[in-house]
């Protein structure tokens, strides 16, 4: 596992879900900054790793995303395509 550092965007807040992934890569030499900052402090570097892993499992693994998929599903065969999937 490695920590992970994206743009400091709303699609990437929602998708990693750790604050201390987040950089805003429009201004000068903050990547190379954060970069510094998590190899020269494991601890952050740590806590990054592990609230993104946690953050994956709980969001994003089969067990989790099987059942969505299988109602996704179930909507389109019922017909509902031109209806909005709100539930």
């Known amino acids: 596992r490695v920590p992970i550092i994206v743009h400091a965007s709303e699609h990437y807040r929602w998708l990693v879900g ?16 954060k970069v510094r900052e998590v190899l020269n402090h494991p601890d ?15 969001r994003f693994d089969w067990p989790v995303l099987k059942d969505r998929y299988l ?14 999937p709100v539930r």
């Open 71 to 84: 109602d996704m599903y179930e909507y389109v065969l019922e017909g509902h395509l031109n209806e909005s």
């Open 44 to 58: 952050i570097s740590s806590e990054i790793i592990e609230r993104n892993y946690e953050n994956v499992l709980r």
């Open 18 to 33: 750790c604050e201390q992934s987040l950089v805003d890569l429009s201004i000068e030499g903050n990547l190379a900054r």
